[in-house]
């Protein structure tokens, strides 16, 4: 299993501000993701990050307003830029391998949440 | 129309009944069939998976996917107050792509 840490646990933002979201994982691992949970809403995948290369980003998540480093294969950063009271929700690492045809558990940090006045 | 839908509840019951939590889902692609359990500000933890149709038993937990109906139940035999939680439905379509959660179901159990 993996070990996935995030920082910070939570904050509270002023709008127009930016803030920056640690993970760190214990073991390296091939997959990491960012997902956003809002109340009462699906986990909502923002990007999958790739190690040395730009983020893969869904559909309706831009690289400006969503911001991702992957500097190696246990450490991810998500910036939220330009915060408005709509981006306030909880954010989520997850980290998966990818091991030939077998299936993988997919593993989810504790989450940042993050509330934008 | 969603790729899965999930009824989010809440669900009450008391200790000791049978919880039946379902999802349905619109993509006939979908293989890999995920239940996550998320207690209060943690992050989702995987419950049980399954591959394909049919039924796959761990303790308590039975899950059963019915691939024709393009519909997936958890079953919590014996419920008891540590099972309170919001539990996630998940599939993809293969071990390869993307996972499409449901919006979750909080289940309370009263002691």
């Known amino acids: 299993s993996a070990v996935i840490s995030q920082k910070p646990s939570r904050d509270i933002c002023q709008r127009g501000t930016s803030l920056t979201i640690q993970c760190q994982v214990d073991?390296?691992?091939?997959?990491m993701f960012w997902y956003r949970q809002q109340p009462g809403q699906s986990l909502t995948l923002i990007a999958t990050?790739?190690?040395?290369?730009?983020?893969?980003?869904e559909s309706g998540f831009v690289i400006d307003k969503f911001p991702i480093s992957r500097p190696n294969l246990t450490f991810s950063t998500l910036t939220v830029s330009n915060m408005s009271p709509e981006d306030s929700s909880i954010y989520l690492c997850?980290?998966?391998?990818?091991?030939?045809?077998?299936?993988?558990?997919?593993?989810f940090g504790p989450g940042t949440r993050l509330t934008v006045l | 129309q969603k790729e899965v839908e999930q009824d989010p509840g809440p669900l009450s019951v008391p200790e000791g009944a049978i919880v039946s939590l379902n999802c349905t889902y619109s993509n006939s692609a979908f293989q890999y069939f995920m239940w996550y359990r998320q207690y209060s500000r943690k992050g989702p933890e995987l419950l049980m998976y399954t591959y394909s149709s049919g039924n796959k038993e761990d303790g308590r937990f039975t899950a059963q996917v019915d691939k024709s109906s393009k519909y997936i139940s958890l079953f919590i035999r014996d419920s008891q107050p540590s099972d309170s939680a919001t539990y996630l439905c998940?599939?993809?379509?293969?071990?390869?792509?993307?996972?499409?959660f449901g919006s979750g179901t909080k289940l309370n159990v009263k002691p």
């Open positions: 998940a599939m993809s379509v293969s071990n390869f792509n993307k996972f499409y």
């Open positions: 990050a790739n190690q040395g290369s730009e983020a893969t980003y």
């Open positions: 073991s390296q691992v091939t997959m």
């Open positions: 997850s980290v998966r391998n990818q091991d030939g045809n077998s299936y993988n558990e997919q593993f």
